[in-house]
């Protein structure tokens, strides 16, 4: 499941305006964004939606799900982060 994370997400940060570098292992994935406040407004945006994710570090955001995560569970996830940087995006 690690593995289709790490390739749905790095495959929407090549189009989206936000997604930065997208790195991990296994499940604990990360993405960069531009700054803090914009980690944090993808945070709440997530929350919102019903995901729950982290900041961390200076500008990036971590996904740390389950080890029994399905595949239509991280395909969700994938769906709801990319939503919630198109809407942050849209408000900039």
């Given at each position: 499941?690690?593995?289709?994370?790490?390739?749905?997400?790095r495959?929407?940060?090549?189009?989206?305006?936000?997604?930065g570098?997208v790195?991990?292992?296994?499940l604990?994935?990360g993405f960069?964004?531009p700054d803090?406040?914009?980690?944090v407004a993808?945070?709440?945006e997530?929350?919102h939606?019903?995901?729950?994710?982290?900041t961390c570090?200076?500008?990036?955001?971590?996904?740390?799900?389950?080890?029994v995560?399905?595949?239509?569970q991280?395909?969700?996830?994938?769906?709801v982060?990319?939503d919630?940087c198109?809407?942050?995006?849209?408000?900039?």
């Amino acid at each position: 499941r690690g593995d289709q994370l790490l390739t749905a997400l790095r495959a929407e940060a090549d189009s989206s305006p936000l997604m930065g570098e997208v790195r991990g292992r296994g499940l604990m994935i990360g993405f960069d964004l531009p700054d803090h406040d914009t980690a944090v407004a993808v945070e709440q945006e997530c929350f919102h939606r019903g995901l729950l994710v982290l900041t961390c570090g200076r500008r990036s955001v971590r996904l740390a799900p389950p080890l029994v995560v399905n595949a239509s569970q991280c395909d969700h996830a994938v769906r709801v982060v990319v939503d919630a940087c198109a809407a942050i995006a849209a408000r900039t």
